[in-house]
């Protein structure tokens, strides 16, 4: 029941304080932390305390982490990283979904969604080790196959050219299932009769499909591909976390990866926080851009 209590509506207090667990985790774990922006600018030593006599050095850690090649080597790595898993996590949950699209039959369709979804849920600390038993260079079922078919065998997370390509494909094979069924649910609100018109004008299945199925759900896919651009330097760390190995630093070593170990494992608290900073701001400013780019070309706006 709605209650007034001086002319405002109190009716929704339910609402709000089963919100409130939320809030507070966002509060600790999310604003909280940001306390700590300010080891970035000290020569941080953490005998001394969060709050004790640090000694300030201004952007010396800033200047210095521009300064230093791995810097730039987990930048591009992370770059590149972002921008393929962005590119292929739009195409083939695309293809995926016109394929299924084509599937009339009931059953099938909601097998194969249910299957190709299931991935989505696992997270990668458990997945990591899926990955890593069916990879393994000997006794993985992919190189075990390969060997039986007379092909030699691929260190998949080993190999520093090839485990970039495994973090992406591995990264589109958890969630392209998810992807798809955004873009099915596109494709249902397409107007019926215009296939209908097609059928009698004479047009194919792949006709109807580039003519009508994707200028349908052309808007969808431009909302979803400007959204993506805020993750442009968030190339994944849980996953390369779990399956990246010094002998690949060279292509595999991202930003948060580097990060954590200059913080956690080397102790260098100051300058790790100044590089977590330098990301956070240019990744506020890649958030900001796709909000707007989503609103002008896909008409979204956060309400």
Do not use: C
Request: charged share 10%; net charge positive.
């Amino acid at each position: 029941m709605i209650k007034r209590k001086g002319g405002r509506i109190t009716g929704q207090a339910p609402l709000h304080i089963m919100l409130l667990p939320n809030v507070v985790m966002i509060l600790i774990f999310a604003y909280l932390p940001m306390v700590g922006i300010k080891i970035a600018f000290e020569d941080f030593i953490p005998a001394k305390g969060l709050f004790g006599p640090q000694d300030y050095v201004g952007w010396k850690n800033f200047s210095y982490a521009l300064n230093l090649p791995e810097f730039w080597a987990v930048t591009r790595n992370t770059l590149f990283i972002a921008v393929m898993k962005i590119i292929f996590g739009l195409i083939v949950p695309v293809t995926v979904s016109l394929l299924l699209n084509e599937i009339k039959a009931g059953f099938p369709k909601r097998t194969i969604q249910t299957i190709i979804y299931l991935p989505h849920f696992i997270s990668w600390v458990l997945l990591a080790g899926i990955m890593i038993d069916i990879l393994a260079p000997s006794t993985g079922i992919f190189n075990v196959g390969l060997k039986t078919l007379g092909f030699s065998t691929i260190d998949f997370l080993g190999n520093p050219a090839i485990f970039p390509w495994t973090i992406i494909w591995t990264d589109v094979w958890k969630g392209f299932g998810f992807g798809t069924i955004i873009y099915l649910a596109s494709i249902s609100s397409i107007d019926p009769g215009l296939y209908e018109s097609a059928l009698i004008d004479g047009a194919s299945r792949l006709q109807q499909a580039i003519y009508i199925t994707l200028p349908g759900m052309a808007s969808i896919i431009i909302l979803v591909t400007t959204l993506s651009l805020a993750n442009v330097l968030n190339a994944g760390f849980d996953q390369i976390f779990n399956l990246l190995k010094p002998t690949v630093y060279s292509t595999g070593d991202i930003i948060d990866t580097f990060v954590y170990r200059l913080g956690l494992i080397n102790a260098r608290y100051s300058l790790s926080s100044a590089i977590g900073l330098m990301r956070s701001a240019v990744g506020i400013i890649l958030i900001s851009t796709s909000y707007t780019l989503a609103y002008k070309f896909a008409n979204y706006r956060i309400v």
